[in-house]
């Protein structure tokens, strides 16, 4: 989320014949924020809302299968115990692995010249939100130092899991990994494979990045 001081410059950009100084406009932001708060909060307080989020969690139960259930917390664990992210990343795992200095300078350069060229930043165009020709190379960089550093394949060492229906484990993992926002590899459910090693008592599950699949 921007600062404050970032959406006091966007409010004067969007209002330029207002003359609210910071201060004024801080007061007036905290008071326009504090009664959307208590409208939410009233309508939480409400019967018909709660009656609503009764019917939609009772609705949930009645729809999903314990082999989803299962998937997702078994993808939560792998967030948390095995998937890997880079030191360049925005948004970084437990596992975070170290991008050399050469590779973390070129990759900031890049995020700042296309992030100069977004709305309200000294090189927007007035069109276009940020500039895709820069995005592109910021995103392919993004995509090598993935490449270099994250490990491929990702196999992920479990205890020994009994599911009925694989489809829907899949489907599972696939949705807490993608709903963890930090996750470089193919979550596709053909993608993601399960094997069995009887003899340590292991089942494994492995990952692998886009360009490693057939």
């Not at 019967?47 to 078994?74: A, H, N």
């Not at 949705?175 to 003899?199: A, F, G, P, R, V």
Request: aromatic share 12%; charged share 35%.
């Amino acid at each position: 989320m921007a600062t404050l001081e970032t959406q006091y410059k966007n409010y004067q950009l969007e209002n330029p014949e207002s003359e609210l100084s910071f201060e004024e406009w801080k007061k007036d932001f905290g008071t326009k924020i504090s009664s959307a708060m208590q409208k939410l909060f009233d309508e939480i307080k409400t019967p018909e809302y709660k009656q609503k989020q009764i019917e939609r969690q009772q609705k949930y139960l009645d729809e999903v299968s314990i082999d989803f259930e299962l998937g997702f917390y078994v993808g939560e664990h792998i967030v948390n115990r095995y998937l890997p992210t880079l030191s360049t990343d925005m948004l970084q795992s437990r596992r975070v692995i170290k991008v050399n200095e050469e590779d973390s300078i070129e990759n900031k350069r890049l995020d700042n010249e296309w992030f100069s060229t977004t709305r309200y930043n000294k090189n927007w165009n007035g069109e276009d939100d940020g500039d895709k020709e820069k995005w592109n190379l910021y995103l392919q960089h993004n995509k090598m130092l993935e490449k270099k550093y994250l490990p491929n394949p990702l196999e992920c060492h479990l205890g020994l899991i009994k599911f009925n229906d694989e489809d829907k484990f899949k489907e599972g993992i696939r949705s807490s990994l993608w709903d963890c926002d930090m996750c470089s590899y193919n979550i596709e459910k053909e993608n993601i494979k399960i094997e069995y090693d009887m003899e340590m008592g292991f089942t494994i599950i492995t990952f692998q990045l886009d360009g490693n699949l057939s």
